[in-house]
């Protein structure tokens, strides 16, 4: 399955490699990644694969969100089928 | 980003999600219990109760995991039925308060928070099962909590049964005299749908599947967000915004209602295009009214704003899903909506504005306060003046009135979560009493005759 990690926090150094660090250690591929910064603040996007992923999507959910809390961070998972159903047609 | 998606269109996503209240209102599951009927009522009550429980065990676990892996937030899970004055029609008993508490248990029971279809279809005339219904409605309502009632007294066909209008004009009134709370669970209907799924207007129609997933989109508010960057175009280009915003809304409303579908194995129906606002500020239809230009929702110039916003709504959303139905339509409730309960509260929208935009928008007089001691063939009276509308515009149009014990103009009732609160309404002097004793059938218009 595919899916959207979207992380969003105030600009800071070693979000990314924080970020990518919990991915891989879940066994999480990283198909593409964009990032950018919207005045101070720093949005990036991942496109992910969670074929290989060791948790279940829930689990997975809670605790990027609970581990992106204690940076700071918010981060999120979404399956990419919404954001696909809602800008193709 | 590669893969098609580019990531302004996943940060409008998310922004519509966390900033503009979008969300799925309601996915609502329609289960057929005709199969349920039986001379005693205790036999009805636990076969209706073992139904409930059987098909909709999984309805809300499903509708939480598709919530949490999507990222989007789905409301309301809820249930439909059959309408028990089918349900119930072969009981040898005239009390139907303990089918509505069945109904209520088995609710609660599955963990849904409302359950629609303690309902009659009286349109033409009233069947003996209709009139224990709906004799059985203000108990009903107010010894329950999550069970909702509807009837229907008119339709375009069959013309009005003015009957049925002045005996929901005093079940309304009797309901209110117990708890006004009551009240918010009622709708009568013209022209009812069989497929909505929102509440408290929903029923499972006979029409229907044994079992079925229906969807109720929403989004006034990235409708509103969507028009304020088209300030001063002319309205082509905002029935243009409409449109392509209601197309992004419904295309996530379907992709919910068939994962919904799939993972449940119960078909999937329609989903409701409709507008559906919350008391929550950025959540209202009367904001998007006053987005297009009007300094207040209720001035002149708000019915046309409204049947633009209704079309536009409906022609984004009809190719973005494989099927639509229910009400599909801008919703106006005045407690729902924090812009019209401000326009009631500054004077700027009377009820009779609220009847002339029923004309245009998918239901009617919804969620509207008025005085405690409004006398019930004045309410009779409205609804007759709403089953007309719908009659005539061959629409859906309803009555949701709380007549709200003990106050008065200028006071407020509170409902609580997504029912708000509403200012209590004026309404016109000059008594009905006379029209609506004279009783009988409004003849169906001439348009009626299509064959």
Redesign the interface.
Known sequence: MKAIVSVFAKDSKGITAYVTTLLAENEINILDISQTLMQEYFAMIMLVDLADCKLPFDALSQQLKDKGMERGLDIHVQRQDIFEAMHRI | ?????N?S??????EMIDQQHLDVRTVTMGINLLDCADRDMDVCCRRVYDKICTLADKLVETGC?IE?????PIVNKRISVSPISLVAAACEQDDYVPLAKTLDKAAKAVGVNFIGGFSALAHKGFTKSDLRLINSIPRALTETELVCSSVNVASTRAGINMDAVALMGRIVRQTADIDPMGCAKLVVFANAVEDNPFMAGAFHGVGEPECVINVGVSGPGVVAHALKACKGEPFDVVAETVKKTAF?IT??G??VAQEASRRLGVPFGVVDLSLAPTPAVGDSVAEILEIMGLEKCGGHGTTAALALLNDAVKKGGVMASSHVGGLSGAFIPVSEDAGMISAVECGALSIDKLEAMTCVCSVGLDMIAVPGDTAEEVISAIIADEAAIGMVNNKTTAVRLIPAKGKTVGDRIDFGGLLGSAPVMPLRSGSPAEFVARGGRIPAPLHSLKN
């Open positions: 980003m590669s893969y098609l998606i990531s269109e996943i940060l409008q996503t998310i995991a949490r892996e999507f990222g989007i992004k295309r996530m379907q992709l």
